[in-house]
T-cell receptor, first 115, second 113 residues
Framework: DVKVTQSSRYLVKRTGEKVFLECVQD?????MFWYRQDPGLGLRLIYF???????EKGDIPEGYSVSREKKERFSLILESASTNQTSMYLC??????????????FGSGTRLTVV | GDSVTQMEGPVTLSEEAFLTINCTYT??????LFWYVQYPGEGLQLLLK?????DKGSNKGFEATYRKETTSFHLEKGSVQVSDSAVYFC????????????FGDGTTLTVKP
């Protein structure tokens, strides 16, 4: 069964800490995405990547960075965690195909609490 | 730009009731359309999809038909179960947006026994 695996389901970090959220997919997908999900705000795209070492900003990149050193792994980094980054973080991957017709495969999410 | 508008929730139904969740979209080109489901505490799962006009996607008793003339992709199920309680997201991927998906805000469905 194909999978997107996020390293932690629940994470509690202190304000000011550097936080790494890891995402690994085993489907050889080219595209990978990081979203955050907050009540009433839906899914918001933070960063995405179409290839190794390639990244592009999404709608809310401030306070975040990403790394994609290998095709299967896409890491989200909170440089200095703040309480307003408390959220559910979702990783997704997809193939590059004409029309993007295969949809996304999501991980189970990481619920991050910054105290 | 692309946009997806979903019926606002929450929606509460009794078991075995008929479900419709409305979804309309705006997109350039010819988008592919999707419904995702999110169970409590989980990520999103692809429920069904349709890639061209008049296609019908179906899975687990859910159906949705790609209506280009009304730019709609409404989700339906004839008889819901308690286990269908979840948040449902309509989404599109436009072939002019390089593989990025546009999501609706989600509709919360609660099914009562």
């Amino acid at each position: 069964d194909v999978k997107v695996t996020q390293s932690s389901r629940y994470l509690v970090k202190r304000t000011g800490e550097k936080v790494f959220l890891e995402c690994v997919q085993d489907m050889d997908h080219e595209n990978m995405f990081w979203y955050r999900q907050d009540p009433g705000l839906g899914l918001r795209l933070i960063y995405f990547s179409y290839d190794v070492k390639m990244k592009e900003k999404g709608d809310i990149p401030e306070g975040y960075s990403v790394s994609r050193e290998k095709k299967e792994r896409f890491s989200l980094i909170l440089e200095s965690a703040s309480t307003n980054q408390t959220s559910m973080y979702l990783c997704a991957s997809s193939m590059i195909r004409t029309g993007g017709s295969y949809g996304y495969t999501f991980g189970s999410g990481t619920r991050l609490t910054v105290v | 730009g692309d946009s997806v508008t979903q019926m606002e929730g929450p929606v509460t139904l009794s078991e075995e009731a008929f479900l419709t969740i409305n979804c309309t979209y705006t997109a350039t080109g010819y988008p592919s359309l999707f419904w995702y489901v999110q169970y409590p505490g989980e990520g999103l799962q692809l429920l069904l999809k349709a890639t061209k006009a008049d296609d019908k996607g179906s899975n687990k008793g859910f159906e949705a038909t790609y209506r280009k003339e009304t730019t709609s992709f409404h989700l339906e199920k004839g008889s819901v179960q308690v286990s269908d309680s979840a948040v449902y997201f309509c989404a599109l991927i436009s072939n002019t947006n390089a593989g990025k998906s546009t999501f609706g805000d989600g509709t919360t469905l609660t099914v009562k026994p």
